[in-house]
């Protein structure tokens, strides 16, 4: 049972262009989500974060969007370079009551973006 | 500051036997996490260690255990190996319950044939 969900394996954007990457997820009791990058070869480096108490989180040229009621989240890189080309892994944790010692990740979806 | 070392990085295990793999933390960081990566999927969470002890486990076979060091360092062992043991694993360092510190290793590649 795949309870965080990223259904585009891939995207492939313009330089300069705005990209969006979605994720979905089933189990209501997360309430903490993450964004990883990942390169060929290195270990996946945190990105950006948004806890469920918030709507949108913003970080430079990285926004995360929280739809609690639709359960989806995105991520939208503004504007696009192709050093962000990467697989991107959308992530979820329970963070209550201290047990949150666990990631849950989708399957990722690899950006690439064309100069 | 150093960040998470894994070793070895490469490795080909026959069907059945054992492995051990090897994870530094980084410098500060008390918890280590394992992580399984099959190919073209997300990481899975096999475990976690604080303080020597397992804080967490996902959902994986007692042929799959762990050992955290009083230097934080962990190791993951795997028992009598399967074909579908093949995979990235990945350990992750971090202050218990502090994501934005959860620092990943470049990974062990295994491979059993």
């Known amino acids: 049972d795949q309870q965080v969900k990223q259904n585009s394996p891939s995207l492939s954007v313009q330089e300069g262009r705005i990209s969006i990457l979605n994720c979905d997820y089933t189990n209501s009791m997360f309430d903490y989500f993450l964004w990883y990058k990942k390169y060929p070869a290195e270990g996946p480096t945190f990105l950006i974060s948004i806890s469920s108490i918030k709507d949108k989180n913003e970080d430079g040229r990285f926004t995360v969007f929280l739809n609690k009621s639709a359960k989806h989240l995105s991520l939208h890189i503004v504007p696009s370079q192709p050093g962000d080309s990467a697989v991107y892994f959308c992530a979820a944790s329970k963070n209550s009551g201290g047990s949150n010692y666990k990631l849950t990740f989708g399957k990722g979806t690899l950006l690439t973006v064309n100069p | ?113």
């Open chain 2, 1 to 113: 500051e150093t960040g998470v070392t894994q070793s070895p990085t490469h490795l080909i295990k026959t069907r059945g036997q054992q492995v051990t793999l090897r994870c530094s933390s980084q410098s500060g960081h008390n918890t280590v996490s394992w992580y399984q990566q099959a190919l073209g999927q997300g990481p899975q969470f096999i475990f976690q260690y604080y303080r020597e002890e397992e804080n967490g486990r996902g959902n994986f076979p007692p042929r799959f255990s762990g050992l955290q060091f009083p230097n934080y360092s962990s190791e993951l062992n795997v028992n009598a190996l399967e074909l579908d043991d093949s995979a990235l694993y990945l350990c992750a360092s971090s202050s218990l319950q502090d994501f934005y510190g959860y620092t990943f290793g470049s990974g062990t590649r295994l491979t059993v044939v």
